[in-house]
C-alpha cells in the first residue's frame, strides 16, 4: 500500500513527540534490547500509524493515553483492520505501563516464545 505524504510527515512528527509511556518503553526496546527483538516507531501499517511494531512477532504496541477512553470503538475498529491484515495488537495504558512495566514486556516475551517454539507452516507462507 502507498503511504501518503501527509501520513509520513504525521508519523515522523510522532517519532519526534512521544509521549512519557512511548518514551520510557522506547528506551526499553530500542537496538534489540528486549530479547534481541527489532522494534520501529510511529510505524505505517495497513494505512495506519501504528506507536511500535515489531516484524518478527507481527506485533503491534499501543500506548494509549486517557483520550483512548472516549475513543474505544474507534480502537477497536483500528485493531480489528490491523488483525485483519495478519498483525497481533497488544493495546495498553499509559499508567499501568509507567506503573509495572513488567506486565507489557513480560506479555511481549511470552508472545516471542510461543512464536519461536512454533515451526514454520509448510507453504512458507503462514
Known amino acids: 500500500m502507498r503511504q501518503s505524504p501527509d501520513k509520513t510527515r504525521r508519523a515522523r512528527r510522532l517519532r519526534r513527540e512521544l509521549t512519557l509511556a512511548e518514551s520510557r518503553f522506547w528506551s526499553m526496546v530500542r537496538d534489540r534490547r528486549l ?3 527489532k522494534f520501529r516507531r510511529e510505524t505505517l501499517l495497513a494505512g495506519l ?4 511494531y515489531c516484524a ?4 503491534v504496541v499501543e500506548l494509549d493515553g486517557g483520550v483512548h477512553r472516549l475513543r474505544e ?12 491484515a495478519g498483525f497481533r ?4 495504558g499509559n499508567e499501568a505501563f ?3 512495566p ?4 513480560g506479555e511481549i516475551r511470552r508472545l516471542a516464545v510461543q512464536m519461536r ?8 507462507s503462514a
Open 35 to 37: 530479547d534481541d527483538l
Open 49 to 52: 500509524t501504528v506507536d511500535f
Open 56 to 59: 518478527e512477532l507481527k506485533l
Open 73 to 84: 470503538a474507534e480502537d477497536a475498529a483500528r485493531d480489528e483492520r490491523l488483525c485483519s
Open 89 to 92: 495488537v497488544l493495546r495498553c
Open 98 to 100: 509507567l506503573n509495572n
Open 102 to 105: 513488567a506486565v507489557l514486556t
Open 117 to 124: 517454539r512454533q515451526p514454520p507452516h509448510p507453504s512458507g
